[in-house]
Each structure stands twice: as structure tokens, then as C-alpha cells.
């Protein structure tokens, strides 16, 4: 790969701007899930530790270029002090005389914050002046950010090409398994898409067909599929209006060689609800007031061979409706076979996308894939074949 990382650069005495992805879940003032944050400390530790004055850069929430108090980044001073065990400092701005001088007092061993990126109109913009700015405060610049790395922002695009640039250590580990999965991985490859819509994962599923031996379709999405195969589905969500190109997918799959995997047998219910009545039928039985929920234990079935059969895994999006009980069962015995071989090292698993790391996580699964991506869109993006603006400023 081509771009540079913390082992490239001198980094003793220099102040290193470091663009980290702290978007975190915060509810009544307590940070809900710290995983960003904990990805960030082996990037801080090793610029502290080289003798670096870290000063992170990073966006919260989307203030829309406004001052917005409840989306200052100051509040989460007290959990990143303790993530990196080292004195946070916080400065109300991102660029300016108040974020000059607080860079100037910040001491070897301590890490200076500045404020929400955002909370400045031109940031969204890709502005060159405000990118000047904060080049200013820095002598290195350092991309921790990948899941933000799909906006082209002065943050993460414009300021990567005034200062040396490089890839920060979560950076680079999001992009190696990314790398290892869809870019030279060990074959067979599987791919597991779900979610509510076909719309919003067209590009990735036109992108999979290329690369992948297997693509398994799972959730709403998978009803698309099934409609476009003249199958009934009752009153299941699906996109009726898009069952032309699902039925275009399929045949495009065909000739690249790639496997689609539908569901062989559904689960199906009167509600959207938890515990609401069910059954298990063949995928061309759902009655015409049934809801498909879950795919069924067959299917499950098919899924787990193909998994014990592949040396690779790219996951994104949940087979059924994974928040309702007990509709999340197809997806957790997918998951738990696939953190089984996994553990045995058997297969190279990757997975991504809020709502994917969120079922991996409640199946219990998780921390046995061979890598969990802190992004959402640019893990998608990523996986669509995009070029991603953070990523190639990093390139030059
Ligand atoms: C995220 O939470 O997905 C990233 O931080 C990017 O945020 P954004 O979608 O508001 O750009
Ligand atoms: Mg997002």
C-alpha cells in the first residue's frame, strides 16, 4: 500500500495532528459504546511514546457549521483520559489564536483535544483556508480515521496534503483486513449482505458479484430477491418496484460466477414484534398476511456449509430482524459457526456496518472474527469499490 504510517515518520519533539473518528453513542452524558475510542489509543500511546505531542482533530455528530453545545467534544475529555491513561487537554476551537496557544503549552506526555470540527461551516466543504489553519497547529498529520475517510472534509482530505502525512494504526489495520478480504483474499470468498433495502446496497451488491464466490442475501433485501423470482412473499417488506434489477443481479451472477444465496425456508409472522407467533415454512409458502422475519433453520444450514467451505468472510447487514426476538436466530447461529472457524483458523472474517457489529455483538459472536471495522458508510463504500477521499489524499 501506498501510503506512509507512524513508522515513517519522525516524530520526537513534533506536534502530530492526528484526525480520529470519535463519534461515539452518547446518551444522557455517559458514552454508551467506547469502541472508537478504544481503537485510537495504540496511535496516541505510540506518538506519546516516541516522544509526539498528540492533538486530535474529530467531528461529533452532524451540528450542521453551528456552535452547538450538546455536540462539544469536551464532554468526552474524561473517557478518553481514561482509554489513553495520559492527561487530556481541551482547547473550544479547532483552528485560531485559543487553539494556538494551547498547542504551544501542551507538554511531552500530555494530549490536547480541540473542539468539534464541525461546529465550522467550511469543515463539511472541504475548505482549503480552514484546512491552512489547522495545518497550523501541527508539524506531522496523521489519518486515524477511516471510518470517516468516505467524506472529503478539511479535515481529512484538504489537510492531509499541506503537512507530511500519515496512516494512523487503526487506519491501517481497517485497511489491511479490508485489503485481505476483497482485495487479494483467499478464496473461496463469501459474502454475507443483509438489511431492509436492495436500493441502498445496489452498487455493493453489483461490486460483490465481481469479487466474491458467494453471496449470501439475507433480511428484507433477500424478499426483493424472491419477488423478482416469482415467489410470493404476503406483506413482507420488500421493493416491489425494484425486483427488475434484483432479477438483473441474478443474472449478471450467474455469468461472473458468483453463487447468490437466497433463503431456502423462512420464518414467518403476523407482526413486526417480538415473540409474535410464528412458523417455519418452504421460502414458496408464505401465506398472503404473513411477514417474513428470519430465515429458517434449512437455510442456516446452507449458509454454515458455505462458510466451513470458504477461507474468507465479508459481513454486512444482519438475515433477519435481528432486533426482534427470536428473529435474530439465523443470524446468530451464521455468526457463531463463522466465529467457530474463525477460532480454529479456519476462515478470515471481517465484518462492518453499525447495525452488522451490533448483531455480532448481541449473538456473542464478535470477538472471535478476525477483524471488526469501526465504520458504517465507509466500511459500505469501501466494500462498493469506491475510492475513499481520506484514504487516497493519504496516497500522494
Ligand atoms: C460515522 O459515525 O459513521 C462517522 O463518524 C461519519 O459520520 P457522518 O456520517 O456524520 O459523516
Ligand atoms: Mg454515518
Redesign the pocket.
Known amino acids: 500500500m501506498s501510503w506512509k504510517t507512524l513508522d515513517d515518520m519522525d516524530l520526537g519533539g513534533k506536534r502530530v495532528l492526528v484526525r480520529v ?1 470519535i ?1 461515539v453513542p452518547v446518551v444522557d452524558g455517559t458514552v454508551t459504546d467506547a469502541t472508537r475510542i478504544e481503537r485510537i489509543v495504540p496511535t496516541v500511546r505510540h506518538i506519546l511514546a516516541a516522544g509526539g505531542k498528540p492533538i486530535l482533530l474529530a ?1 461529533f455528530g ?1 451540528p450542521g457549521g453551528e456552535r452547538r453545545e450538546n455536540l462539544s467534544l469536551k464532554q468526552l475529555v474524561p473517557t478518553l483520559e481514561g482509554a489513553f491513561g495520559a492527561p487530556v487537554l481541551f482547547a473550544a476551537d479547532c483552528v485560531g489564536t485559543e487553539a494556538e496557544l494551547a498547542t504551544e503549552a501542551l507538554q511531552p506526555g500530555q494530549v490536547l483535544l480541540l473542539e468539534n470540527t464541525r461546529f465550522h461551516a467550511a469543515e463539511t466543504k472541504n475548505d482549503a483556508d480552514l484546512a491552512a489553519g489547522m495545518a497550523k497547529l501541527g508539524d506531522v498529520y496523521c489519518n486515524d480515521a477511516f ?2 475517510a468516505h ?1 472529503a472534509h478539511s479535515s481529512t482530505e484538504a489537510l492531509a496534503r499541506l503537512l507530511p502525512a500519515c496512516a494512523g494504526r487503526l487506519m491501517q489495520a481497517e485497511l489491511e483486513a479490508l485489503e485481505g478480504a476483497l482485495g487479494a483474499p483467499k478464496r473461496p470468498v463469501t459474502a454475507v449482505v443483509g438489511g431492509a433495502k436492495v436500493s441502498t446496497k445496489l452498487e455493493l451488491l453489483g461490486n460483490l458479484i465481481n469479487k466474491v464466490d458467494y453471496l449470501v442475501i439475507g433480511g428484507g433485501m433477500a424478499n426483493t430477491f424472491l419477488v423478482a423470482q416469482g415467489i410470493n412473499v404476503g406483506k413482507s417488506l420488500a421493493e416491489r418496484d425494484m425486483q427488475g434489477t434484483a432479477a438483473e443481479i441474478l443474472a449478471k451472477a450467474e455469468n461472473s460466477g458468483c453463487t447468490i444465496v437466497l433463503p431456502k425456508d423462512i420464518v414467518v409472522a403476523q407482526k413486526f414484534e417480538a415473540h409474535a407467533p410464528h412458523q417455519t415454512l418452504p421460502t414458496d409458502q408464505c401465506p398472503e398476511d404473513g411477514m417474513i422475519l428470519d430465515a429458517g433453520p434449512e437455510s442456516v444450514a446452507v449458509i454454515t456449509d458455505i462458510f466451513s467451505k470458504s477461507q474468507t468472510l465479508i459481513w454486512n447487514g444482519p438475515l433477519g430482524a435481528f432486533e426482534l426476538e427470536p428473529f435474530d436466530a439465523a443470524t446468530n447461529a451464521a455468526a457463531l459457526k463463522a466465529a467457530d472457524l474463525t477460532r480454529s483458523g479456519q476462515l478470515v472474517s471481517v465484518a462492518g456496518g453499525g447495525d452488522t457489529v451490533a448483531a455480532l455483538n448481541a449473538s456473542g459472536a464478535a470477538h472471535d472474527f478476525s477483524y471488526i471495522s469501526t ?3 465507509a466500511f459500505l463504500e469501501w466494500m462498493e469499490g469506491k475510492t475513499l477521499p481520506g484514504v487516497a489524499a493519504l496516497e500522494q
Request: no cysteine; aromatic share 0%; glycine share 20%.
Open positions: 473518528d463519534n467531528h452532524r471510518s470517516a467524506r465504520a458504517g458508510g
